[in-house]
């Protein structure tokens, strides 16, 4: 369990604001350059989709941690274990799989197994980016209220 205290206390939709444009800067950054040192293609080109998959990263990113925290809330065991955080950003990355691969191979016109198998450095990668990013995060701005004792 997280104890230490952060050195920012956040919560709410500020505390969302501040984690998705943070997340998504340096998701936009790195998405491109995978792009495009996996498809051969320019940056240029890369980072168009790579803007693309934040929106919808945006997006799932709202709908998933609002459900992740309802459902934090409900456990008996507060704090965020090292297997909650797994799972967050199984999940997380998970339920982006089903929308982006079919972006890819649409944009780069590839196949969706070709577009899947591409994408699966960008899924290890974010795996772990998430997991770090969210072990970072709260410890600057401190756990959301769903993961602190009552």
């Excluded at 369990?1 to 500020?14: E, I, R």
């Excluded at 040192?37 to 320019?42: D, R, V």
């Excluded at 890369?46 to 998933?64: C, K, R």
Aim: aromatic share 16%; proline share 3%; with cysteine.
């Amino acid at each position: 369990m997280d104890k230490k205290p952060s050195l920012f206390g956040l919560q709410g939709v500020k505390r969302r604001v501040i984690y998705v444009t943070l997340y998504e800067l340096i998701a936009i950054g790195a998405a491109t350059v995978g792009l495009a040192l996996l498809t051969g293609q320019g940056a240029g080109h890369s980072s168009v989709v790579a803007v693309a998959a934040s929106v919808i990263a945006i997006v799932w990113n709202i709908v998933f941690n609002w459900a992740f925290e309802r459902w934090e809330a409900r456990q008996p065991v507060r704090g965020r274990s090292v297997a909650r955080r797994v799972a967050h950003a199984i999940g997380f990355e998970g339920g982006l799989v089903f929308t982006l691969v079919p972006l890819f191979a649409w944009w780069f016109g590839v196949s969706l197994w070709h577009a899947f198998v591409m994408d699966l450095g960008l899924i290890v990668f974010f795996l772990c980016y998430t997991f770090v990013f969210n072990w970072v995060f709260d410890h600057l701005f401190g756990l959301p209220a769903s993961a602190m004792a009552a």
